[in-house]
């Protein structure tokens, strides 16, 4: 099992490898300059070249990559162009942001629309699942800058209730999470609904049921841990895109999260910057991919004596 | 086996979540409270639209930094565009030699920096040595060789060649404290100490800067004590923000300027600025090499339509490619310039040999969305010239992508604009022949020596009636040539809050003078 574990956190090298190579790719064949980008065009000549010159953008590809990576190996994510300073502090100043809208928003996800989905599954074709499916497609349709737009309206301008831009307290963050939860809850809700009907179904809840088990046992005991194994994919997948910033949610709620700072970083041809956050991007994502395997161990016995031998 | 790994990802989860949960950042109080007390602790709300990149005043010229420079530092003296005359701040007396190659400057003994220091004549050199080897100020120290302090209060700028607009550049040349930016090890990242009316009291770039009144300020303690700045990317949050009483004032979109204009509770102001949107010709290849076809164009557009549908009307339209609130050019009636004319458009069309009874295809005009409202003209201009069976298509490009086409000569035509600076000497640099090529440079691959002489001449000539003719002649040349047209100057349009008494000017503003209504 813990085999198992070291191997997949020694498969993030290749990754990374690959990751970084192709970002710094793309960075250096994309049209403009950090000069010209950070300092504006109409900033005079001389001092665009100057600061080329200074962030060491003349050199060649490979001496920067291979600099690049040498610096990478001691933990070391270099210097932000825009702003001299270094892109592990500025990123560590950030991914909490990012960490706590993308948490609360994905748990606002499952808890509203799992136990949604599930129940509009069993009582299928009454009026809630209608109603329910309907809801759905509206909301999981819904654009999120619309939603947080009528939300920061209704709930900032109209009635005062809660601040609309920042991050100084706790409440700077309900709108967010909940303008981002909704239509992620809406998908989950639909997922959820299909994994349980198919679960439904099948065979051995029939047979559960004729033997005489109460019907909270058979969906939940029985049905339930079976349809779990795709909604916990989406889960993980969401959120671990969601861990790349919500570029949107982040711009509408001016929060510094990393979706921010990754689109002025390209903007800026801050190769620095944008290198930095999409390392962070993908080192996340595949730990969140490791521990969605790792559910599956839990939920599945199947896959867990698998590991175990 | 069950129960370890159960217990193993229980704790991952966990953790990944309170790591998330950690304490929040304290800043100033909730957002949604208006701001409460009398007038005297009442705090200035206000916002910029993007996170601050550094707060060092040589490194970056971004307009959001300058509003929080405006109220921190100063320069030796103030130049005032509307008496066109400099004020003391910094050094109360100054005088020119007859050749006009040494400035000197007597300082005030009384001012204080932030940090308590006061201030000496070694911290001007200091800040001239510091800004000489920073690109960007580059253009404001043009023509000093060298900078000397005989006394404590006295600086001495030794000139290679007379600079007529010496003043209004050394303006621009914030002091700084030697002592403080030693201490810091040159790293002005997120720290100011300057001599300014307000003083640095907390900075997160990302979020939020704040100022408060500095005491010892030598020309007395501001209204005003506090004054902050939270980071609002989005227009339209910021905007729900002035009207919810979250924010006192805001530069506007010029969509934006109708609504705020009819409602009771705001203010409004619409600033001229020294911007200039113009069509960019490609002078060096076919077609727009034939003067009569640019000249042509420039007959044909109709400047006011173009005018309301970029700016919303919050703009002035003329044809002149260098705004005309820019110091050091005539006044604009004695500018020539070109009025929409179909007729005499027409008729040099003919001329360029062009057979008006077809079509005529000049090609692509790129652009790039990013700025909005100069992209807003293209479809007008298209429109117009369709109306004389000229068919010009319109391609957007991404804004790297296009600075990198249009100043290496990479199209024919353009649609572009921009601002560089206040005196019309600035604009050598988008005319001057040896800028081509280079980006940030001469656009219009443009080449006249006879206008690269004339701004040299401009530069270094003391006297103003002799300094406007030079730059008109300059005017002259860029109508009769039309490397580019204009198309008009836009206006900074601001809301504030009634009870606020503020005052904004074409170079940003000065909290020091503002105050709330009691």
């Known amino acids: ?309 | 086996m069950k129960k370890k790994l159960g217990i193993l990802l229980t704790l991952l989860l966990s953790i990944s979540l309170l790591v998330g949960c950690g304490g929040n950042p304290a800043s100033g109080g909730s957002a949604a409270s208006a701001s409460a007390g009398g007038a005297d602790s009442r705090t200035l709300r206000l916002s910029a639209n993007a996170a601050y990149s550094t707060l060092d005043p040589y490194a970056t010229n971004a307009l959001i930094n300058f509003e929080i420079w405006n109220q921190t530092y100063e320069g030796l003296i103030f130049y005032d565009y509307d008496k066109g005359a400099a004020e003391p701040r910094i050094a109360k007396t100054w005088e020119m030699s007859d050749d006009g190659l040494t400035w000197t400057f007597h300082l005030r003994d009384d001012v204080k920096f932030h940090n308590g220091e006061t201030l000496k004549a070694s911290d001007v050199v200091f800040s001239y040595n510091r800004a000489s080897k920073a690109g960007l100020m580059a253009t404001y120290l043009t023509g000093i060789s060298s900078v000397t302090a005989p006394d404590d209060t006295t600086v001495e700028f030794k000139l290679s060649s007379p600079v007529a607009p010496f003043l209004q550049n050394i303006a621009s040349l914030f002091i700084l404290n030697e002592k403080f930016v030693t201490e810091k090890n040159d790293d002005l990242t997120s720290s100011i100490c300057g001599t300014g009316p307000y003083m640095l009291s907390s900075a997160d770039l990302n979020t939020k800067i704040e100022l408060t009144a500095f005491d010892g300020y030598y020309r007395g303690a501001p209204s005003i004590k506090t004054v902050t700045w939270d980071v609002i990317t989005d227009a339209t949050s910021q905007s729900m923000a002035l009207e919810a009483g979250d924010l006192d004032l805001l530069n506007l979109a010029f969509s934006q300027y109708s609504t705020y204009a009819a409602n009771d509770k705001f203010t409004t102001a619409k600033v001229p600025t020294y911007h200039t949107v113009w069509v960019t010709f490609n002078c060096s290849k076919a077609p727009f090499n034939n003067v009569k076809l640019r000249q042509a164009i420039a007959y044909l557009l109709n400047r006011d339509e173009i005018v309301q549908a970029t700016f919303e009307g919050l703009g002035d339209a003329d044809s002149l490619l260098i705004s005309p609130n820019i110091q050091g050019l005539p006044d604009k009636s004695a500018l020539k310039q070109y009025t929409c004319d179909p007729d005499k458009g027409l008729a040099l069309l003919k001329e360029a040999g062009y057979d008006t009874s077809k079509e005529i295809d000049l090609g692509v005009m790129r652009t790039y969305p990013e700025n909005h409202y100069i992209t807003k003209a293209c479809p007008i201009i298209q429109a117009q010239l369709a109306k004389y069976n000229i068919k010009l298509s319109i391609e957007p490009m991404e804004v790297n992508a296009f600075v990198q086409a249009i100043y290496g000569g990479d199209f024919t035509i353009a649609m572009s604009g921009g601002s560089y600076g206040a005196d019309a000497s600035m604009y050598n640099q988008i005319f001057n022949s040896s800028n081509i090529g280079v980006t940030g440079g001469n656009c219009f691959q443009w080449s006249n020596s006879e206008v690269d002489a004339l701004f040299e001449q401009g530069a270094r000539e003391m006297d103003a009636a002799k300094r406007q003719e030079i730059y008109g002649k300059i005017m002259d040349i860029l109508y009769n040539e039309v490397p580019g047209t204009g198309v008009g100057h836009k206006y900074n349009v601001y809301a504030w809050t009634k009870d606020l008494n503020a005052t904004v000017t074409p170079r940003g503003f000065f909290i020091y003078d503002w105050s709330f209504a009691q």
């Open chain 1, 1 to 309: 099992m813990y085999k198992y574990f070291l191997k997949r956190i020694l498969q993030l090298i290749p990754v990374l490898i690959g990751v970084t190579f192709i970002i710094f790719f793309l960075m250096t064949l994309s049209p403009g300059d950090p000069g010209t980008a950070i300092l504006g065009a109409s900033a005079p000549p001389e001092a665009i070249q100057a600061f080329n010159q200074k962030v060491g953008y003349n050199d060649p590809f490979l001496t920067r990559y291979g600099r690049y990576m040498v610096g990478l190996l001691k933990f070391d994510l270099g210097n932000s162009y825009s702003s001299g300073q270094s892109v592990s502090g500025e990123i560590a100043a950030r991914f909490p942001t990012t960490l706590k809208i993308a948490a609360f928003g994905m748990l606002f996800a499952v808890l509203v629309g799992v136990p949604l989905g599930i129940f509009s599954a069993v009582k299928q074709y009454s009026a809630l699942d209608n109603a329910a499916r309907v809801i759905s497609i509206t909301l999981a349709a819904i654009p999120f800058f619309w939603l947080g737009l009528m939300m920061i309206y209704w709930f900032s301008l109209k009635l005062h209730l809660l601040p609309s831009f920042g991050i100084s307290s706790w409440k700077n963050f309900i709108l967010p999470v909940v303008s981002l939860g909704i239509p992620y809850a809406a998908r989950q809700m639909r997922m959820a609904r299909s994994c349980m009907l198919e679960t439904i179904r099948q065979d051995y809840v029939r047979t559960v049921r004729a033997k005489g088990a109460p019907e909270k046992v058979v969906i939940w005991k029985h049905a339930f841990k079976n349809a779990l194994m795709p909604i916990i994919t989406l889960i993980g997948t969401q959120f671990g895109m969601l861990l790349g910033g919500a570029i949107v949610t982040e711009a509408v709620f001016s929060m510094p999260g990393l979706g921010t700072y990754l689109i002025t970083g390209i903007r800026a041809k801050d190769v620095n910057a944008v290198m930095g956050a999409t390392i962070v991007m993908a080192i996340s994502f595949c730990l969140v991919m490791l521990v969605v395997d790792l559910c599956y161990a839990v939920i599945d016995p199947r896959i867990k004596a698998k590991y175990a031998g």
